[in-house]
DNA sequence: TTATCAGTTCAAGTGAGCTTGAAGTCAACG
DNA sequence: CGTTGACTTCAAGCTCACTTGAACTGATAA
């Protein structure tokens, strides 16, 4: 068994399809080397990227957020123990902001619609989050506008 | 100033683009009169299904999943008070499911990727979500497949 | 030798949740 | 009377994160 992955044992071991390797490859969210006859060739520690990745979407980031925090990572080596604590470090101090926001949410959830007691337009909840900030599509902030 | 609201008075107290509220209202979300003239004419309880859309969706929800929920809420008048708390109370509920995904997450993040004490395939973390109940496309389910 | 299999690229398609643009209607203002 | 503004419909476009399909390559097994 060789030292390198083909993309169909990282896509067994990982749950990730290959074409969504593929595209994470061409994305630069993950490196490949090619082997002779063209084909990918992954590093073992590209599992623990991958990991990284999924877990990363679960709690709600786009490919863009993940890929700026995978930069973090030194390009020069492997990634060691200690480079992905770090970043598991600042993530729990993410995901306990997300938490937040939906403590926030259910309290709001209360308050604003449940009770009864607010019209809309006087509603002070604060919009501490994501997509405020992400001015995009979607319906856009809320409350504080009127 | 009228009963019924305008299109336009409903964005600008909402926050939500007209474009999103005719959305909303082909798919069957909220529901307008017409005036004379063809224009839309909203009630104000519309503000508090709108306000409920909103933060459905922050918690992560589908329009698909907002509309069987605000089934659950009576066609044949105006909701009440206790309507809404009916509603709102499953809702925290929901809220609290996704919190403890997170939390779940998070000593996933940590156990799994931060420690560097486990492969990625023989990591045991469970899936209790809406990522692998959705089998769709995306990243599929995690762990336990090897 | 032929078939099968795992891989390759590139272009196009998908679904969710809207937004944008074009072309038109209607009421009020000056 | 013209024009502004708010509205209408319908069709097409957009972003994200992929998936699918077509056409191809190269290595191995029968």
Chains 1, 2 share one sequence.
Not at 61 to 88: H, Q, Y
Not at 103 to 121: A, N, W, Y
Request: hydrophobic share 35%.
């Amino acid at each position: 068994m060789s030292e390198l992955l083909t993309i169909g044992e990282v896509a067994r071991r990982s749950g990730v399809a290959t074409s969504a390797l593929r595209y994470y490859d061409e994305r630069g969210l993950i490196t490949s080397q090619r082997a002779g006859s063209g084909h990918r060739r992954y590093q073992r520690p590209v599992l623990r990227r991958i990991a990284f990745i999924v877990f990363a979407q679960r709690v709600g980031l786009t490919l863009d957020d993940i890929a700026s925090e995978l930069e973090k990572l030194p390009d020069n080596r492997v990634p060691s123990r200690r480079d992905w604590s770090r970043l598991s470090a600042t993530w729990t101090a993410r995901i306990d902001a997300r938490i937040a926001e939906l403590e926030l949410l259910k309290s709001g959830l209360t308050r604003c619609i449940g009770c009864g007691c607010l019209s809309l337009d006087r509603c002070q909840l604060t919009n501490p989050g994501d997509r405020a900030a992400g001015l995009g599509p979607g319906p856009a902030y809320w409350m504080g506008n009127l």
